[in-house]
């Protein structure tokens, strides 16, 4: 899809009536960034990165001082840091393990990567009366671990193991993901491609899941009902690489609750359709609209194993998809109660699909109003939207860097909001309504509008809409038809309540 080299950054639309206003926190080539509803940088933590940054309250803020450096490094951070609003070190962790990189001295480091939670908050971002402590409680960590596993692959693998630190550093609970491999659901044929190519990434190893994300369930009603396995201390994870989504028993580490590898047994798994390289899985946290309900950012791009086919010829990245959606649903059922994709956003998904399109990191949090905040991460786009789908607050990232000579990137992992409360060191400026651009008249300067001549032509209506495989005399029509190139589109379809369901994602 073609997009334009220049743009506006910064706050694109606000609407403080409609958007639940507050501070909001990513990371930038800069450090850990806060800033307010129209943009303003409150704060900015130079040099701390985050994989992700998320605020505490009383304006403190996680991130890490850097990451692992070398051929044997993979997404590994040296440490993850409690840092308050002047800088200064509250908690820190970087004992997981003792590294020794070729070439280097041995050092103690965390190896934590794209999670973390701190007791008290089961998903790291505001819920009511679900706060995060400060000066104490346990931390969940989602960490690296080298380690060969022949029933998995005959190559070194970067394994996933979560571990749990008190305050004082001690680890009291950890859990691998190679120890419950058969616990996953891989067939035959994904068994097979993964013990061949468990996703090499050179030598670090082969990243054959990829767990992005792990939370705890917290309270929720599903336990209040009598189901077990949403117990509110289990964990709640996803596997990128293998677009798997899973819950965990805290005591037991089985999983207990799983949907993928595959989306074609069940009715209901055919009706909730293929989740590839997901992102940010959770359980929307009680006290927030959709409680219980969960959450996930379905990237789309290429992820999963199976048979060797023509888009994956070693059976790796076998299942592909060019548009994201957010999904929300009932984690019994399977049934979507809520969505966000390119028919909600405006986009046709065959022709213009990517405009909604994140195929690695990302993340969807609920707020307080029912809004939801949406990280589309590869543009460092950041959205607000209701739950009609209306967008009352847009963000384009203009922090930019350059991941390799000659590239240039404004990627944001995940972005949390948060409520002013949180930071009390600053009085929140004025909040002030950004009415969004008329694209169609919007003009960089120099660039002219004017239309200098207009030839009616003979026999032909100057006032219909003459738009290329559109039937105009029928384009208001339930009964018209627009065809394209790879199809014929009916425009019922895309009307009142038939917008999706008929037309094929």
Request: aromatic fraction near 12%; proline fraction near 7%; glycine fraction near 10%.
């Amino acid at each position: 899809m073609g997009y334009p080299s220049i743009h506006p950054t910064g706050t694109l639309i606000y609407d403080k009536e409609r958007a639940y206003n507050g501070y909001t926190i990513f990371p930038t080539p800069g450090g850990a960034l806060l800033i307010d509803m129209n943009g303003r940088e409150v704060n900015r933590w130079a040099g701390l990165g985050g994989f992700p940054n998320k605020l505490l309250p009383g304006g403190q803020v996680f991130g890490t001082s850097g990451a692992r450096g070398g051929a044997a490094a993979y997404q590994d951070q040296l440490d993850l840091l409690q840092v308050d609003w002047d800088g200064n070190i509250v908690w820190k962790w970087d004992h997981t393990e003792l590294v020794a990189d070729e070439g280097k001295d041995p050092t103690w480091q965390a190896r934590q990567h794209h999670d973390y939670q701190r007791e008290g908050s089961p998903v790291g971002y505001y819920a009511p009366g679900l706060e995060p402590r400060t000066d104490g409680g346990n931390t969940i960590i989602l960490t690296h671990e080298n380690s060969y596993h022949p029933e998995i692959s005959d190559k070194l693998l970067i394994d996933d193991k979560v571990i749990e630190v008190t305050w004082d550093g001690e680890v009291v609970w950890e859990w691998r993901a190679s120890e419950h491999f058969e616990e996953f659901g891989f067939d035959e044929a994904a068994k097979k491609s993964l013990y061949n190519n468990p996703s090499m990434r050179g030598e670090a190893g082969g990243d054959w899941l990829h767990i992005n994300c792990v939370s705890e369930l917290g309270p929720n009603k599903w336990y209040d009902r009598g189901d077990e396995r949403f117990a509110p201390e289990n964990l709640i994870f996803d596997c990128r690489n293998a677009n798997i989504l899973a819950i965990i028993s805290k005591k037991t580490g089985k999983i207990v609750w799983k949907l993928g590898p595959r989306f074609d047994g069940s009715d209901a798994e055919k009706k909730i359709g293929w989740i590839i390289g997901q992102h940010h899985f959770h359980m929307i946290p009680k006290g927030l609209p959709g409680e219980g309900d969960l959450l996930v950012f379905d990237n789309g791009g290429a992820a999963g194993y199976d048979a060797p086919n023509a888009i994956a010829p070693d059976g790796t990245n076998a299942v592909h998809r060019d548009y994201s959606r957010i999904l929300q649903f009932n984690p019994i059922t399977l049934e979507i109660t809520w969505q966000y994709t390119p028919l909600e956003a405006g986009w046709l998904p065959f022709a213009d699909g990517s405009r909604f399109y994140s195929p690695f990191i990302s993340s969807a949090q609920r707020l307080p109003n029912g809004n939801t905040l949406i990280t589309e991460g590869s543009d460092g786009h950041l959205i607000e939207v209701t739950p009609k789908h209306e967008i009352v607050w847009e963000y384009l990232s203009p922090y930019f860097k350059a991941p390799a000579p000659g590239f240039s990137s404004n990627m944001v992992y995940r972005a949390y909001r948060a409520p002013y409360e949180w930071v009390p060191q600053v009085e929140h400026a004025p909040e002030v309504s950004i009415e969004p651009i008329d694209n169609a008249t919007f003009r960089v300067p120099g660039a002219s509008s004017e239309k200098l001549n207009v030839t009616v032509v003979d026999g032909i209506d100057p006032y219909q809409t003459a738009l290329t495989g559109m039937n105009a005399e029928d384009e208001e029509s339930d009964e018209g038809h627009a065809d394209f190139c790879m199809m014929r589109l009916d425009t019922a379809d895309l009307k009142g309540d038939n917008k999706g369901p008929k037309f094929d994602l």
